[in-house]
């Protein structure tokens, strides 16, 4: 077995770095940890130790949804912002593919950014 210190971050090919990056800041508060050039930049949210890498893609290169991750998922603070998190989601060009409950007083909604990566909240 390997030991690790657990996942330190996701890699997102996508199709416009800065409206990605827009849209990780204003949905979810993630903020630049450090960019890796031009176009390459690591988010964090505040207080976390999760990192997700966004990535210029070149012309050609696939982005989004077939890229190969199913989805990534960001726990609420409080599961009653959901419809919150959603109508975020949505004004920031994003939007809802699917909620429900996993059980009673289990809600769950599936949500996409502006290149089709899904996300789980």
């Not at 912002?81 to 949505?90: C, F, N, T």
């Not at 996993?102 to 769950?108: E, I, L, R, S, V």
Request: charged share 20%; net charge negative.
């Amino acid at each position: 077995m390997i030991k690790t210190l657990g996942l330190t971050h996701l890699h997102l090919m996508v199709s416009d770095i800065q409206r990605s990056l827009k849209f990780y800041q204003r949905v979810f508060g993630m903020e630049i940890r450090f960019w890796a050039g031009d176009g390459l930049v690591f988010l964090n949210t505040p207080g976390a130790n999760d990192m997700i890498a966004l990535h210029q893609a070149e012309e050609g290169q696939a982005t989004g949804v077939g890229g190969g991750i199913l989805h990534f998922g960001l726990q609420l603070e409080n599961k009653d912002d959901l419809e919150h998190a959603i109508s975020e989601v949505v004004a920031a060009g994003g939007a809802l593919k699917k909620r429900g409950e996993f059980m009673p007083g289990m809600p769950f909604a599936y949500v996409s950014d502006p290149d089709g990566y899904e996300i789980e909240l």
